[in-house]
């Protein structure tokens, strides 16, 4: 089992970013994906999920209307468009699968808003 996170990196105040996941050696399709992220000296805390058919999402009240979370099952890919970022968006952003008792994590990839 495999999950890869990419597309972090340093951005200004008001910028935008789009992570990606790549998910390998599970059924993809079955299961729902979340995108969390923790910030230095804080828990890590959830910030979109999405089903597995993609047919609803669910995102903590700070990032309503800026972010966009998605998923491409012919890719075993799951997406989230950061808009109008903010520095305390700051985090390493992880991408979770789960289904049933199965709980998987990527590795993570760090996410840096400053001017």
């Known amino acids: 089992v495999q999950l890869v996170e990419s597309g972090g990196g340093l951005v200004q105040p008001g910028g935008s970013l789009r992570l990606s996941c790549a998910a390998s050696?599970?059924?993809?399709?079955?299961?729902?994906m979340s995108w969390y992220r923790q910030a230095p000296g804080k828990e890590r805390e959830l910030v979109a999920v999405?089903?597995?058919?993609?047919?609803?999402?669910n995102y903590r009240d700070s990032v309503k209307g800026r972010f966009t979370i998605s998923r491409d099952n012919a890719k075993n890919t799951v997406y989230l468009q950061m808009n109008s970022l903010k520095p305390e968006d700051t985090g390493v952003y992880y991408c979770?699968?789960?289904?049933?008792?199965?709980?998987?994590w990527g590795q993570g990839t760090q996410v840096t808003v400053s001017s």
């Open positions: 999405i089903t597995s058919g993609g047919g609803i999402t």
């Open positions: 979770d699968a789960r289904r049933g008792g199965h709980d998987y």
């Open positions: 050696g599970f059924t993809f399709t079955s299961y729902t």
